[in-house]
Nanobody
Framework: VQLQAYGGGLVQTGDSLRLSCAASGLGLENLSIGWFRQAPGKEREVVLALSNDDARWWTEPVEGRFTISRDVANNRMYLQMNRLKPEDTAVYYC????????????????WGQGTQVTVSS
């Protein structure tokens, strides 16, 4: 079972970026999925989560700017980030679990490795 996140990079304030996460060894279709981030000196926090029946959970700082989606055919999940701000700078992690509460509770079953997103001012 593996989640592989990629797509991070260095962008400027106001730019957009899409992170991808490819899953192998498990099917994302029937799982709740989510994205977390950890900024320097801060604890890891959940950003967005999506259940297998499309219930959603998000943290207020990204409302209206970030969206989460899943691609069942390719067994991937995405994080579309628009209007990026310097405070969005963090290592971003994809994750999956059987229940949505595991994602917003910070206890998913599966973690991907992180991908760095840096937003310059």
């Amino acid at each position: 079972v593996q989640l592989q996140a990629y797509g991070g990079g260095l962008v400027q304030t106001g730019d957009s970026l899409r992170l991808s996460c490819a899953a192998s060894g498990l099917g994302l279709e029937n799982l709740s999925i989510g994205w977390f981030r950890q900024a320097p000196g801060k604890e890891r926090e959940v950003v967005l989560a999506l259940s297998n029946d499309d219930a959603r959970w998000w943290t207020e700082p990204v409302e209206g700017r970030f969206t989460i989606s899943r691609d069942v055919a390719n067994n991937r999940m995405y994080l579309q980030m628009n209007r990026l701000k310097p405070e969005d700078t963090a290592v971003y992690y994809c994750a999956a679990g059987r229940f949505l509460r595991q994602l917003w509770g910070g206890q998913p079953d599966y973690w991907g490795q992180g991908t760095q997103v840096t937003v310059s001012s």
